[in-house]
């Protein structure tokens, strides 16, 4: 028989190991470093695609991730801030879901220091021509900056999302019986109950 973790039932020890494990991901330790984010489009339907976890601040409750100021995801934050996270992690067979708001930093000190601290190829993705989902003739039929000069030029469409969690659900499958947490927080009141899986 398989040895139950310790959060397993603890709701607080719960909770540590969502952000432990997020913290993780954004580190490239964990199966959480490429999560869902879920927007609202301009349609009210939801969009989902993979991004990097870059940063995650458990006491703030917010994650970083980045994107391009000319892409869709970066169009739908600006017109509705509501967003969703979903992380899985197969071999800890833990899987958490945050819903929150998400807000757009660009040309801001915030902006400044996660592309000080990005590496050169992932700002050249920044820089590309023309912008991200524009229709090509082919698969090819675009651009990228070809030194490290006109890479630099990708910082005026480099944009920083932070999502602050107001909803946490972790969930960890184990064959003696699954464990799914609830967390929400109404400013600092926390609100922890135990849900059926």
């Known amino acids: 028989m398989t040895e139950l973790p310790p959060f397993y039932d603890d709701l607080a020890g719960c909770l540590a190991e969502a952000w432990r494990r ?27 695609r993979t991004v990097v976890l870059r940063g995650v601040d ?21 017109a509705d801030p509501r967003v969703s ?31 000080a601290a990005s590496r050169p190829m992932s700002r050249v993705c920044y820089g590309t021509t023309p912008g991200p989902g524009t229709p090509l003739p082919a698969g090819g039929a675009y651009a990228q900056p070809r030194d490290d000069e006109a890479a630099e030029a990708g910082l005026s469409e480099f944009r920083v999302i932070v999502l602050t969690a107001a909803r946490l659900e972790f969930l960890y499958l184990a064959r003696q019986g699954h464990r799914r947490a609830s967390f929400s927080w109404d400013g600092d009141a926390e609100t922890a109950t135990w849900l059926a899986p």
């Open 22 to 48: 997020l913290e993780e991901g954004a580190a490239h330790q964990s199966g959480f470093h490429t999560p869902a984010l879920a927007t609202l489009g301009r349609d009210g339907a939801p969009r989902l």
């Open 58 to 78: 458990r006491e703030s409750r917010s994650l970083r991730v980045h994107c391009d100021a000319r892409s869709d995801k970066a169009a739908e934050i600006a």
């Open 85 to 115: 996270l979903h992380a899985y992690d197969p071999k800890a067979k833990i899987q958490v879901r945050i819903e929150g708001t998400a807000r757009l930093h660009g040309g801001d000190e915030v902006a400044r220091a996660a592309w």
